[in-house]
């Protein structure tokens, strides 16, 4: 059993109730007629693909379902926190708020790869 | 009264009207309840099913007022009349199922556009689209525990409670008016499935079907 906390919800879930939706806070470019090319390229097209601390936009589908974003490690697949849609992650890839563990694993990784 | 098209979905009770299970117990029958049934199930057809979007307090205001009836304050809560004719339940922060007796939907959702008028709001009759089936007796719990993934034991799942999760990989809504009754809305089309379902997984229990 693996569990998900829906912040809307407020209590943790059955995984199965859920479904990633992909990175979280992508942001359409305003004026998309006045954008570059480039830039309209990577809003549509380009994703992170991080070793670490990834924010992630998650859908409690049978349930509420309500979008709400998820601050995941993609090495150790932790879930760090789930926070609602309009809120910024309390946890970043910046050392800080990095489990301490986790640090160490991703440099070991990044050498050998 | 705002512009929204309304229609009275059962203006003419010349057209026989059938529950959704009605194909159920032709095809898969309707086993009796006896003196060894430790869980029995009965549907509760033909109920007036109404879904309210919007904020809380809009419509929180609007349904005392209509339906004498406040929206429940958490997430997962479910009120009901003192009779337990009418309830409301919490589906998402901004959406509420309402159940009352079958013929009552459209006057209610007429009061409730009345007293709403340019609020900003969503009121959709789903009265055709589920069904609602009790599950009474000891081994309930039991049945719903070989059933749904979510936690149904009394400390997690106490009276007034009510979710919506995967029930036997369909989905459903599970709620618990009473001590001693569950309750389950089902879609129309994973009625019979679910129906099926119940009786397979009722058999240990001498599941019988009150009709
Ligand atoms: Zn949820």
């Known amino acids: 059993m693996f569990y998900i906390y829906c912040p809307y919800c407020g209590e943790h879930r059955e995984e199965e109730e859920f479904h990633p939706k992909g990175q979280a806070h992508i942001e359409r470019p305003k004026d998309p007629e006045a954008c570059s090319d480039e830039a309209w390229g990577d809003y549509l097209f380009f994703r992170d693909n991080p070793r670490g601390v990834h924010h992630e936009l998650w859908v409690h589908a049978v349930g509420c379902r309500k979008f709400f974003n998820v601050t995941r490690h993609t090495v150790t697949y932790e879930i760090l926190e789930t926070y609602k849609m309009g809120e910024q992650p309390s946890i970043t890839a910046d050392a800080q708020g990095q489990p301490r563990e986790a640090v160490a694993a991703s440099r070991q990784e990044g050498v050998r790869a | ?211």
């Open chain 2, 1 to 211: 009264m705002s512009n929204a098209a309304t229609f009275d979905t059962r203006t003419d009770s010349a057209i026989p009207v059938e529950s959704p299970l009605a194909y159920s117990y032709r095809r898969s029958g309707a086993p009796a309840a006896g003196p060894e049934s430790r869980v029995t199930l009965r549907e509760r057809a033909l109920l007036g099913q109404l879904v309210l979007r919007g904020g809380a307090i809009v419509l929180d205001e609007a349904v005392r007022e209509v339906l004498g009836l406040g929206l429940p304050g958490e997430p997962q809560g479910l009120v009901q009349d003192e009779r337990g004719e009418r309830s409301i339940q919490w589906l998402s922060p901004d959406e509420w199922l309402v159940i009352v007796p079958g013929g009552e939907e459209f006057e209610l959702e007429t009061r409730l556009r009345e007293r709403l008028g340019d609020a900003h709001y969503a009121i959709s009759d789903v009265s055709g689209g589920q069904t609602l089936l009790e599950l009474e007796g000891e081994a309930a719990r039991e049945l719903l525990m070989k059933t749904v993934i979510y936690d149904v034991h009394p400390s997690h799942f106490p009276v007034g409670r009510g979710v919506t999760t995967v029930f036997a990989k369909a989905t459903a809504i599970v709620r618990r008016p009473s001590e001693e009754r569950w309750e389950l809305v089902v879609r129309r089309s994973f009625a019979d499935y679910c129906y099926r379902w119940l009786l397979d997984a009722g058999e240990e229990y001498a599941i019988g079907v009150v009709r």
